[in-house]
């Protein structure tokens, strides 16, 4: 690596707008998608000296974003005031400004929020950013294996809570 700063800020840029699609599904507000992929790109720079090369920077960036949202989220948790109603839906306006007029993606997108997190990383990881299961076992330091099984619970939580808004395979959403 020639330009240690430069080379990473080459990279940095090619990923951002992919940090940002899987922050928007792995946080829970705008504000912690902007921090998380912040937080991530700043670890990301402080270890590019490390970074060897053996997966892609990509993967090894989704990596980081993963651990930092995880993270956010835990402590955004802790921070839940005791008079919030549980069956209150999240209402979370789209990072990128858009409105969501879809009801389809609007349920679609509501359901994948509410899956536990690491199954929502691994689904927002194979269908969003379109990682294979070998990149994302690798991304997360796990077995191929784990990453098929979990994404098979996801998507059989998906199909099963989308079934019940009369969502159906074959509709304009393909996730299964």
């Not at 490390?50 to 949202?69: H, K, P, Q």
Request: aromatic share 10%; proline share 3%; charged share 25%.
């Amino acid at each position: 690596m020639g330009n240690l700063k430069g080379d990473f800020e080459s990279e940095a840029e090619a990923v951002y707008p992919a940090l940002v699609r899987a922050a928007t599904v792995l946080c829970w507000s705008r504000s912690d998608v902007e921090d998380a992929v912040q937080e991530t790109l700043m670890s990301a720079f402080k270890s590019y000296s490390s970074f060897r090369g053996d997966s892609s920077f990509l993967t090894w960036t989704y990596a980081i974003l993963a651990r930092v949202a995880s993270a956010a989220n835990r402590q955004r948790f802790r921070r839940i005031p005791a008079d919030y109603a549980a069956d209150r839906p999240v209402q979370l306006p789209p990072v990128d400004g858009t409105v969501i007029v879809d009801e389809e993606a609007r349920c679609l997108i509501d359901a994948v929020r509410s899956l536990p997190e690491r199954q929502r990383e691994m689904v927002t990881l194979h269908f969003l950013q379109e990682l294979s299961y070998g990149e994302i076992a690798e991304a997360l330091g796990i077995s191929v294996g784990t990453v098929k099984a979990t994404i098979f619970a996801a998507k059989t939580f998906l199909r099963s809570a989308l079934a019940k808004k009369d969502i159906r395979k074959g509709a304009t959403h393909v996730l299964f």
